[in-house]
């Protein structure tokens, strides 16, 4: 079937540092997706999200980037801070109009002070 | 808004046994779902429900029912609990469809930590 997944499954950088977490996924059809953080013994949260007809989105020191060609996607969190260590996963819609998410493994992402 | 609530937050089951995860939102979300998340294995979809009245099967449905009789309520069942059940369980409620150039995120609640002894 189709299915979402991390290139990494954990990261570790300094405070300060800029980081980068990597995501590909298969389904072609897919036109929407989310980068969501979990920290220890929390439900995902919503970070940031882009559709297929964009390559790029930023937010608040979070920048999504969206490679259609190679079905891949990118999480860059600049001025990593500590408060920032959690897992972060990537979800496609793969339901197409019929809107259903589908999850990546997630990456462990750890900001060393 | 309570957002996305669960209840229990932390269950221990004999193997055999029965019982119900409760999920409720108050947003008005037509779409909710139930995950499982293992070590490793990132969020797993058991069963998703787009409306009142309408269920359908994730990617892990074995072992687990729902029921979605009102849009605010979608329980998990557990008819005979097994070890291979033990795992968090997420709850998940969005808009069904994602609306044009808008966000359509999913808000989780807290989670379920069950273990199955």
């Known amino acids: 079937g189709e299915s979402v997944g991390l290139h990494l499954p954990t990261l570790s950088v300094q405070e300060g540092d800029n980081s980068i977490i990597n995501c590909a996924y298969s389904n072609s059809a897919s036109d929407y997706f989310i980068w969501y953080k979990q920290e220890s013994g929390k439900g995902p949260q919503f970070i940031i999200d882009i559709r297929s007809n964009m390559d790029k989105r930023q937010g608040q020191r979070v920048t999504v980037l969206l490679n259609k060609t190679v079905k891949h996607l990118s999480l860059q969190i600049a001025a990593t801070q500590p408060g920032d260590s959690a897992v972060y996963f990537c979800a496609e819609n793969s339901g197409g109009s019929n809107y259903k998410l589908t999850f990546g493994k997630g990456t462990l992402l750890t900001v060393n002070p | 808004n309570a957002g996305v609530t669960q209840t229990p937050k932390f269950q221990v089951l004999k193997t055999g046994q029965s019982m119900t995860l409760q999920c409720a939102q108050d947003?008005?979300?037509?779409?909710m779902s139930w995950y499982r998340q293992d070590p490793g294995m990132g969020l797993r979809l058991i069963h998703y429900s787009v409306g009142a009245g309408i269920t359908d099967q994730g990617e892990v449905p074995n072992g687990y029912n729902v029921s979605r009789s009102t849009t605010e309520d979608f329980p998990l069942r557990l008819l005979s609990a097994a070890p291979s059940q033990t795992s968090v369980y997420f709850c998940?409620?969005?808009?069904?469809?994602?609306?044009?150039?808008?966000?359509?995120?999913?808000?989780f609640g807290p989670g379920t930590r069950l273990t199955v002894t």
């Open positions: 998940a409620s969005s808009y069904g469809r994602t609306p044009a150039g808008g966000r359509n995120e999913q808000y």
């Open positions: 947003m008005n979300h037509e779409y």
